[in-house]
């Protein structure tokens, strides 16, 4: 059995971050289906969800294609501002950010979305994904064989070379 479930179900992990770092060949149809609920179409796309006993067996049925692990607050904010889009491909700015969720800033966004008072599909508008570019330096860098599964804090590491 794998201990992800219970590092990953603790008191202090407030918000995942799910990075797709495999393609779609051979994939099950229920892995597909899972990808798909998670908005997870193309490789290198990333998205926020909550750390509930739901979203944590999703992920465990893609633990192959994807990686997840607890965001800090920081760069949850530099993920908002740089790989932020609105519908349209707009990017998320302080007017367009007051426009649609009546919020006046990305660093106040971040809070509410780290602090769980909102999730990025209630705000109007705006994707609930993010697209990433592939890693600065490769995958070779990782202490874990493969970017796969859950990683825990080291995903920001990833997240931050994929900004």
């Not at 479930?5 to 289906?33: Q, W």
């Not at 890693?135 to 202490?143: L, T």
Request: aromatic share 6%; hydrophobic share 35%; with cysteine.
């Amino acid at each position: 059995m794998s201990s992800a479930p219970a590092e990953v179900g603790g008191s202090d992990a407030h918000l995942l971050v799910v990075v797709r770092t495999k393609g779609s060949a051979n994939l099950p149809s229920d892995v597909r289906r899972t990808l798909a609920q998670l908005r997870l179409l193309r490789v290198f796309s990333a998205c926020l969800v909550p750390s509930s006993p739901d979203y944590l067996g999703m992920l465990r049925t893609a633990k192959d294609v994807v990686c997840w692990g607890e965001i800090e607050r920081g760069l949850l904010e530099r993920l908002l501002a740089k790989r932020g889009r609105l519908v349209g491909n707009r990017r998320l700015t302080e007017e367009n950010l007051r426009r649609f969720s009546g919020l006046g800033s990305v660093r106040e966004l971040a809070d509410t979305i780290y602090s769980r008072k909102l999730q990025l599909r209630d705000v109007k508008g705006m994707k609930p994904f993010f697209r990433l570019s592939p890693p600065k330096g490769g995958f070779k860098g990782s202490k874990k064989k493969g970017y796969s599964g859950y990683l825990g804090r080291e995903i920001n590491e990833l997240v931050t070379r994929m900004l």
